[in-house]
C-alpha cells in the first residue's frame, strides 16, 4: 500500500514519462513525414497517442493501469524502434539508450510488486540496451535510411532526451529516499520517546452492546500532525521497525485490558491486535508474546491475535506450532480479511482459528453485487459450521447492518458505531448510560431508529 505522497511521485512520474513521450512522439513523427518516410511517421503518430493516454490515466489516478501499461508499451515500442533504426553508414543509433530510462524508471514505480514488474521488464529492458547498442540488428531496409545530417541530429536528440529522463527520474527517486529517510529516522524517534498512540473501534454484538475492541496504532507527530498508518506502517515493513512498533502495540494493549479487568463494567472486553508477518517470524516471537501477557496479567483469553491469510502460505508447520504454542495458555487467533486470499478453505481446516473477519470489500459492496453477499452468506455459514467466531469489519450503514441480521452475522465492527477513538473518548463511549437502541436480533432485524445517529444507539452521551 502506498501513502499519498509516493502516490504523488509515481504519478508525477508517469505524467512526465506521458508528456515526454508525446513531445516525442510528436517531434519524430514531423521529421519523418518531412523526409516522406510515412510508416516511421505512422509509429510515432501511435506514440502520441500512446502519451495522450498515459497522461490521462496517470491524471485520473489510475496508477496500476497507467503503469502496467507504460511497462509493457515502452520496451516494445523502443525495441520496433531499435529495429527500424535505419542510421547511414558511420552513425550510431542511439534509440536503445531509452532503455535505460524505462528499466530505472519501471523498478522505481513497481519496486512493491512483484517479481516480474520489479526484476524481469527492467532486466529484458537492459538486455535490449546491450544488445542494440552492440550490434546491428534490424531491418536495413533503404527506403527507411535518413539524411546523414538529419540522422546524427537524431543520435544527439535521443541520447540528450533519454538522460533528460534518467535525470528527472533521479530527481523523483531521490526525492522519495528523502522522504523514506526522514520517516525512518522520525519512526525511530517515536520509539524511543513513546510518540504512538492506540486507538480502540467498538466490536459490537447483536445486542448492540460492546463486546471489544481492535486495538489501531496512531502517530501524532510534533510537526507533521497526524502520520494516518498507511504512511508509516509499509516503510516500517521494508525497514524491520515493524517488529519494535508491533512488540510496542501488544504491550500497550495488554496494559490497558489489564486495566480494563480491574473494572466492573469493563472487565467483559476482548481486544484484537494486528500482528505483521515480520513479527510473526521472528523465531521468539511465541517466547515474546507469552513474556508480554504474563507480565501484563491480563486474561490470556481476552486477547485476539488478528493474521492475514497470506501469512499461512509459507512454513505451514512452523506457523501451526506458534499458533498452538499460544493457543495453549488461552490466547484467540483471528483471521483477518478474510475471502480475499487464495487459500481460504484451507487455513479454516490446517491453522487453530477462533475467529474469522469478514473483509469490508465483502461488506461494502453486498448490497449491490449479488456475489459479493454469496460469499458473505457462504462465510457466515461455514464458520458457524465449524464453530468459529464470525465478526464483520467495515458496516457503514444501517442497510448492510441489518442485511448481515439476516444472514445470522451477529457481531460486527464500522464506522457506523464508531471511528477508532482515543482511550478518553472510548471511556466516554463506555459510561454506564441506559442504551435508547432497540436490541438487535436475527428474529427482527427491524432497522435502528432513523431519527437517531449511530453512536447514539450505544451511547446518546455521543450525540
Not at 542510421?87 to 524508471?105: I, K, Y
Not at 501484563?296 to 501451526?320: H, I, Q, R, W, Y
Request: aromatic fraction near 8%; hydrophobic fraction near 45%; glycine fraction near 8%.
Amino acid at each position: 500500500m502506498r501513502d499519498d505522497g509516493q502516490r504523488r511521485r509515481v504519478q508525477a512520474n508517469l505524467l512526465g514519462s506521458g508528456i515526454i513521450t508525446i513531445l516525442i512522439g510528436l517531434g519524430w513523427g514531423t521529421a519523418f513525414v518531412h523526409f516522406q518516410r510515412p510508416f516511421l511517421a505512422g509509429m510515432h503518430g501511435g506514440l502520441v497517442v500512446f502519451g495522450i493516454a498515459l497522461v490521462w490515466l496517470a491524471y485520473q489516478g489510475r496508477l496500476t493501469a497507467a503503469a502496467l501499461l507504460a511497462g509493457h508499451v515502452f520496451p516494445a515500442f523502443i525495441a520496433v524502434s531499435c529495429l527500424f533504426d535505419n542510421v547511414p553508414e558511420g552513425v550510431h543509433r542511439a534509440t536503445q539508450m531509452h532503455f535505460l530510462s524505462v528499466a530505472l524508471g519501471g523498478y522505481f514505480v513497481f519496486r512493491r510488486g512483484g517479481i516480474y514488474m520489479k526484476y524481469v521488464l527492467p532486466a529484458l529492458c537492459l538486455t535490449g540496451f546491450i544488445v542494440f547498442s552492440n550490434t546491428s540488428i534490424g531491418f536495413h531496409d533503404p527506403a527507411l535510411v535518413i539524411p546523414e545530417s538529419a540522422a546524427e541530429i537524431g543520435v544527439w536528440t535521443n541520447t540528450l532526451t533519454a538522460m533528460a529522463e534518467l535525470i528527472f527520474i533521479v530527481v523523483i527517486m531521490n526525492a522519495d529516499l528523502s522522504v523514506r529517510r526522514m520517516m525512518d529516522i522520525e519512526m525511530r524517534k517515536a520509539i524511543a520517546h513513546g510518540d504512538f498512540q492506540l486507538h480502540y473501534q467498538p466490536q459490537i454484538n447483536e445486542a448492540g452492546k460492546i463486546t471489544g475492541v481492535e486495538a489501531l496504532i496512531r502517530w501524532q507527530h510534533a510537526k507533521m500532525g497526524n502520520v494516518p498508518p498507511v504512511k508509516f506502517i509499509p516503510l516500517a515493513e521494508e525497514t524491520g521497525l515493524i517488529v519494535p512498533i508491533g512488540n510496542w502495540v501488544l504491550r500497550a494493549a495488554c496494559a490497558q485490558l489489564a486495566q480494563w479487568e480491574t473494572r466492573p463494567e469493563t472487565r467483559h472486553l476482548t481486544m484484537a491486535v494486528n500482528v505483521s508477518a515480520s513479527q510473526f517470524r521472528q523465531p521468539d516471537f511465541v517466547q515474546s508474546v507469552s513474556e508480554i501477557v504474563r507480565l501484563s496479567g491480563v486474561t490470556p483469553s481476552k486477547l485476539k491475535l488478528e493474521l492475514t491469510e497470506s501469512m499461512f502460505v509459507d512454513n505451514v508447520d512452523a506457523t501451526v506450532a506458534k499458533m498452538n504454542a499460544l493457543k495453549a495458555i488461552g490466547i484467540v487467533w483471528s483471521l483477518d480479511d478474510f475471502g480475499t486470499g487464495y487459500s481460504s478453505l484451507s487455513v479454516l481446516n490446517s491453522f487453530p482459528l477462533g475467529q474469522i473477519k469478514i473483509d469490508k470489500s465483502f461488506v461494502r459492496d453486498m448490497l449491490t453485487n449479488p456475489s459479493n453477499m454469496v460469499v458473505t452468506e457462504a462465510i457466515i455459514e461455514l464458520a458457524s459450521k465449524l464453530n468459529l467466531q464470525v465478526i464483520a469489519e467495515g458496516v457503514e450503514t444501517v442497510e448492510q447492518l441489518n442485511r448481515l441480521r439476516e444472514a445470522g452475522c451477529m457481531s460486527y465492527q464500522g464506522y457506523l458505531f464508531s471511528p477508532p477513538l482515543g482511550i478518553d473518548a472510548f471511556s466516554k463511549l463506555l459510561s454506564p448510560e441506559p442504551s435508547s437502541a432497540e436490541p438487535l436480533t436475527r428474529h427482527q432485524p427491524e432497522p435502528f431508529a432513523p431519527d437517531l445517529a449511530p453512536a447514539a444507539m450505544i451511547c446518546p452521551s455521543l450525540s
